[in-house]
């Protein structure tokens, strides 16, 4: 089992000083918290994309370069990557780039996560979003796993004999994840490729996540990529932590009460009732993300929104001590023996991948077993020996 | 087969004029569905049940999920029995020259297109009768934009209303044309379930994609 944590980079006042921090203040303190975040042991770090602000993030390969330099365990990731809006061709030079200065300890999350505005500053059309993240992703495939691609889509100029460099380490392609919420399109786009799931469960309750993870579970399995429950899920969280639950309460509520996502509308009771969101004692957290199991199945990554809402660095690095050394050990302990000995215990590494060879699932552009039976595929996207 | 008509009331104070209103339209549906059942398809072997749904209980529901684009257990309930009901009563006070913020708020977090087809019998309160025109100048377009189908006879009760005869006779007329139009429909499902016309989907989540579809150009 992988814990780590995911950071969306929000620039917000503290409210109980009304302090805001300076964007290089924030982009240092995200620094700061990925190396606190492999020091106490979590296994991996993500960052969102923003184009906005209140968010800092627009940068993701930029930063997760920076931090492979100065860690050396760390899984680099992100949450989400914009497959909707980024081109495809730089996504592909981007993270090829970044798996070869960080060694392969790299994987990356596709999104479509944009808010309509985003999508004109990058010459696209919201309404387009699902269909530009399907085209975009299956031409990034190509990218990664053919040396020399000839393109032509809807949503990007022809590409005549082209080759993306570097190519990726290894000649193996990172793992990729796809990050839905609402869109089942997603999360059959992530089983077709046999590819992971992540549900961003952390503003929705259980109940839906079951289903869209459930979905996701049956169709990889209908893909033929393997049993339903050998599908690979992952799942965001939230927590506040101190020793006694009520300090935790009297804590964290000011930061609950004016956050951005959530602020002014349910209670931090209501809130926490019916979300991952746990405030209390590390014990609690361990307590309710247990039942994270119950509900999705045996689960191979746990990422943690901890540095958000205007928490000051020096909390956010003290629920980073409590997460790595009283919650995540129990936890990993207890959901390790729980799992069958045939469920993957995590995201494959990029070890794992280049063991697996060039006839492994993740090295070819389209899943073989539900693909061939297609008599009619458009010549645009045949591919070599499909 | 069990016809289920949902009421949605919007009256803020306890008692409410808005309610007052929703229980005379409630049982006079009833009434109108028993006494008809022998002619028209509602209650031939039919069971009709009619749900209240009080909008006050939720307001913070209702808010909550405007906030943070998902809804409490207890509203998803209340959203997914509005959906597949087979016919809608709706009152609401007038505010303003319309419907109130909650009545509209509510009506927000369904689906598009989950009303479709519904018939839907209007009906406001107001403190006089010179509001009575909000039935047709803000609630038919709402209804008609949601797709659902409005039955001719809309219900405007001002306060004098309470003590005349006119309202008892209107809200007989309008409870009758939602009850034959509820019946219509359900003729209508029969027909179609006879020549196994697929039922629309229910949920966002039975309905999945074929990945080929979408990868290969036939979306």
């Known amino acids: 089992m992988e814990f780590g944590i995911f950071t969306v980079g929000d620039v917000t006042p503290d409210p109980t000083t009304g302090r805001t921090p300076t964007e290089a203040e924030r982009i240092q303190a995200m620094v700061t918290i990925a190396k606190k975040a492999e ?6 770090f993500a960052t969102g994309e923003h184009h906005n602000p209140p968010f800092v993030p627009s940068s993701p390969t930029t930063m997760l370069g920076f931090l492979a330099a100065q860690t050396s365990t760390l899984k680099l990731s992100t949450s989400t990557t914009l497959i909707t809006t980024n081109d495809p061709v730089k996504i592909a030079e981007d993270f090829a780039m970044l798996q070869h200065l960080a060694g392969g300890r790299v994987d990356l999350m596709m999104g479509r996560g944009n808010t309509g505005p985003v999508y004109p500053w990058f010459g696209q059309d919201i309404r387009e979003g699902v269909n ?7 031409l990034l495939r190509r990218l990664w796993r053919e040396d020399v691609v000839d393109w032509s889509g809807r949503f990007r100029t022809p590409l005549q004999g082209f080759t993306s460099t570097p190519r990726p380490l290894d000649g193996v392609p990172p793992f990729v994840w796809h990050g ?6 997603i999360a059959e786009q992530a ?6 799931f992540f549900h961003n469960n952390i503003f929705w309750p259980l109940r839906h996540t079951r289903q ?9 399995e209908h893909h033929g990529h393997g049993r339903a429950d050998q599908a690979i899920v992952g799942l965001g969280g939230q927590v506040f932590m101190r020793e006694n ?4 309460v009297r804590e964290f509520r000011p930061y609950f009460d004016e956050a951005p996502v959530y602020g002014h509308g349910p209670s931090m009771e209501d809130f926490t009732a019916q979300t991952p969101l746990t405030v209390g004692s590390p014990q609690q957290v361990i307590e309710r993300y247990l039942t994270m199991r119950e509900a999705v199945g045996d689960y191979q990554r746990q990422l943690f929104l901890m540095d958000h809402a205007g928490l000051p660095l020096k909390t956010v690095l003290e629920q980073l001590d409590m997460l790595g050394e009283q919650v995540v050990p129990v936890l990993r302990k207890e959901l390790d023996a729980l799992r069958p000995a045939d469920v993957p215990a995590h995201a494959p590494t990029h070890a794992e991948l280049v063991a697996a060879g060039a006839d492994s699932a993740n090295a070819h552009v389209l899943p073989s077993v539900t693909v061939q039976q297609d008599s009619v595929v458009d010549d645009a996207l045949q591919i070599k020996g499909a | 087969m069990v016809q289920r008509i949902v009421a949605v009331t919007a009256g803020l104070s306890v008692p409410s ?3 007052l209103l929703t229980d005379r339209i409630v049982a006079a549906t009833r009434e109108l569905a028993k006494a008809r059942g022998d002619q028209v398809q509602v209650g031939r072997g039919q069971e009709l049940q009619i749900d209240v749904v009080e909008l006050r209980d939720l307001a913070q529901d209702i808010a909550a999920h405007l906030v943070t684009r998902f809804p409490s257990e207890r509203l998803a309930q209340v959203l997914e029995g509005v959906s597949t009901a087979d016919g809608l009563i709706v009152v609401t006070p007038t505010f303003a020259g319309s419907y109130s913020g909650l009545f509209k708020s509510f009506f927000d977090l369904l689906e598009p297109t989950a009303l479709a087809g519904t018939p839907v019998l209007l009906g406001a309160t107001g403190g006089t009768a010179r509001h009575s025109l909000m039935l047709d100048h803000a609630m038919r377009p709402l209804f008609a934009y949601l797709q659902a189908e409005p039955v001719a006879t809309g219900i405007f009760a001002a306060t ?5 005869a006119g309202l008892a006779r209107r809200i007989d007329r309008a409870a009758g044309q939602l009850v034959a139009a509820v019946g219509a429909n359900a003729c209508t499902t029969y027909a179609a379930a006879a020549e196994d016309v697929p039922a629309p989907a229910q949920s966002e989540l039975s309905a999945v994609p074929d990945f080929r579809d979408l990868l290969f150009g036939k979306r």
Not at chain 1, 132 to 138: F, P, T
Not at chain 1, 191 to 196: K, L, S, T
Not at chain 1, 245 to 248: F, G, I, L
């Open chain 1, 132 to 138: 530009l993240a399907v085209e975009n992703y299956h």
């Open chain 1, 212 to 220: 869209m993870v459930q979905l996701y579970r049956e169709r990889y």
């Open chain 2, 160 to 164: 004098d209303d309470f003590a005349d």
């Open chain 1, 180 to 185: 839905s919420i609402r869109s089942t399109e």
């Open chain 1, 191 to 196: 089983a077709f490729y046999g590819d992971g």
């Open chain 2, 17 to 19: 004029s808005t309610r």
């Open chain 1, 245 to 248: 639950s009520q300090d935790a």
């Open chain 1, 39 to 44: 020091e106490v042991g979590l296994d991996v």
